[in-house]
C-alpha cells in the first residue's frame, strides 16, 4: 500500500484566500484524522471521521475552517478565508482501530 | 490545557546505551497510550503501544512502560542506535486524542 497520501506538500498563498488541503487514506481504513503542528502547541487534533462520518470536530479552531470526507477514500480540509497564523504543517492520519494511527507527509502551509 | 506533556525536548545518549523518554498525562481516563516517531519533512510513525490495562509492552528494542497511579509513561529504547535519532511523541486516548509536545532524542555515535 502507498500510505496516506497528502497533496499538496507544500502551499504558499496570500492571506484571504482559500486553501483546500487534500487526503487519500490507506484503504480499508475506517477512522480518518486531520491534525496541525505548530511549534507553540505541538500536534493537536482538528477533526475525526469514522466511516466518512465526523465524530469530533472540536479542535477545528474556527469557521474558517471545514472538512469534508465525501467518501471512504478522500477527505478535504478547507481554510476560508486564510489568515497569517494559520501557517503551520498539516497531516492527514487513517487507522483501523482508531488507535495506531498511519500518517501522511504533511503539508506544510505558509500564509503570507 | 496540555493533557499530555512531555517535560523534556531533548535527550542526548551515547550509542549502544538506553534512553528513557518520559510522558505524563493528567486525565485519567485515558485507556489507550501510543509512541510515535518522527523524522524531519515526514509523518509520525506508529512505534509501540498500551492499554491501561497492563503496565508493560516490549517490541524488540522498545519498551514501554505505564505507572496508572502517577499518570507516568516511558519509553525505553535498549541499545540505543544513532538511527532512533528523531523527535518521539507520546499521545494518549480515550474519547478524544492527545499528543505530547515532543522529545527529541539524539544518539550520539
Known amino acids: 500500500d502507498a500510505g496516506v497520501i497528502q497533496s499538496p506538500r507544500h502551499e504558499v498563498t496570500e492571506m484571504g484566500q482559500e486553501v483546500t488541503l487534500r487526503c487519500k487514506p490507506i484503504s480499508g481504513h475506517d477512522y480518518l484524522f486531520w491534525y496541525r503542528q505548530t511549534m507553540m502547541r505541538g500536534l493537536e487534533l482538528l477533526i475525526y471521521f469514522n466511516n466518512n462520518v465526523p465524530i469530533d470536530d472540536s479542535g477545528m479552531p474556527e469557521d474558517r475552517f471545514s472538512a469534508k470526507m465525501p467518501n471512504a477514500s478522500f477527505s478535504t480540509l478547507k481554510i476560508q478565508p486564510s489568515e497569517p497564523r494559520d501557517s503551520a504543517v498539516y497531516f492527514c492520519?487513517?487507522?483501523?482501530?482508531?488507535?495506531?494511527?498511519?500518517f501522511g507527509p504533511g503539508t506544510r502551509l505558509t500564509v503570507t | 490545557d496540555q493533557q499530555v506533556k512531555q517535560n523534556s525536548p531533548s535527550l542526548s545518549v551515547q550509542e549502544g546505551r538506553i534512553s528513557i523518554l518520559n510522558c505524563d498525562y493528567t486525565n485519567s481516563m485515558f485507556d489507550y497510550f501510543l509512541w510515535y516517531k518522527k523524522y524531519p519533512a515526514e509523518g509520525p510513525t506508529f512505534l509501540i503501544s498500551i492499554s491501561s490495562i497492563k503496565d508493560k509492552n516490549e517490541d524488540g528494542r522498545f519498551t514501554v512502560f505505564l505507572n496508572k497511579s502517577a499518570k507516568h509513561l516511558s519509553l525505553h529504547i535498549v541499545p540505543s542506535q544513532p538511527g532512533d535519532s528523531a523527535v518521539y511523541f507520546c499521545a494518549a486516548t480515550g474519547n478524544q486524542f492527545y499528543f505530547g509536545t515532543g522529545t527529541s532524542l539524539t544518539v550520539i555515535p
Open positions: 492520519a487513517s487507522s483501523l482501530s482508531g488507535y495506531e494511527q498511519y
